[in-house]
């Protein structure tokens, strides 16, 4: 039972470039999120997911976007990449609407 | 607004030095007050969740405790094993945001 994983770790991308960060849960969750963290600010929601096919927007959507095809993955993708979306990315899923979130071990993104 | 503050920033403990680090938080309504233990290049791992005024909960030397404004997490007899950050969040009674605040980073020197 693997939980959360994302991959990659660590990424570099240089400004304007586009990439997908992979998110993918095994333990059947319906909700899953994407989260950023910076320096001096608390985890802020990017996109979230109630189930396939459903995405909405969370706190600090903008230069990101999302699909959710199956229960299992949430990509999280950097359509142009700038240096002010250098922050470590997590993903998160829970079982149902009181259950806490459960992370994986986030993706270290640099943009140069 | 929701939001959520976590104080001290950062706290250094002798090893088995008890010490209680504080959430305080405003919310239309709370849900559920989570707190999490994050390790340096880990996601954050569940503690507890509280869901009331007056409830406690307990966790090797840890315990958590809830008021109608704040929640305490109680860390009794330290190890050094215990150096984390702590993180706290609220979910408040409506949408599906989690409001988390800049944690407590805590050091225990043995």
């Known amino acids: 039972n693997a939980g959360v994983t994302q991959t990659p770790k660590f990424q570099v991308l240089k400004t304007g470039q586009s990439m997908t960060l992979q998110c993918a849960q095994d333990?059947?969750?319906?909700?899953m999120s994407w989260y950023r963290q910076d320096p001096g600010m608390g985890l802020r929601l990017i996109h979230y997911s109630v189930g396939a096919g459903i995405t909405d927007q969370g706190e600090v959507p903008n230069g990101y976007n999302v699909s959710r095809s199956t229960t299992e993955d949430f990509p999280l993708r950097l359509l142009s990449a700038a240096p002010s979306q250098t922050s470590v990315y997590f993903c998160?899923?829970?079982?149902?609407?009181?259950?806490?979130?459960?992370f994986g071990n986030g993706t270290r993104l640099t943009v140069t | 607004e929701d939001q959520v503050t976590q104080s001290p920033e950062a706290l250094r403990l002798q090893e088995g030095e008890s010490s209680s680090l504080n959430c305080s938080y405003t919310v239309s309504g709370l849900r559920g007050l989570f707190w999490y233990r994050q390790d340096p290049g880990k996601g954050p791992e569940f503690l507890f969740t509280?869901?009331?005024a007056g409830e406690e909960k307990e966790k090797e030397r840890l315990k958590a405790t809830l008021t109608k404004k704040e929640s305490f997490l109680h860390i009794t007899a330290p190890k050094p094993e215990d150096s984390a950050t702590y993180l706290c969040?609220?979910?408040?009674?409506?949408?599906?945001?989690?409001?988390f605040g800049t944690g407590t980073s805590l050091t225990v020197i043995p």
């Open positions: 333990m059947n969750h319906e909700y």
């Open positions: 969040a609220v979910q408040p009674n409506t949408g599906n945001q989690f409001y």
């Open positions: 509280l869901y009331s």
């Open positions: 998160a899923s829970r079982s149902s609407y009181n259950s806490p979130l459960h």
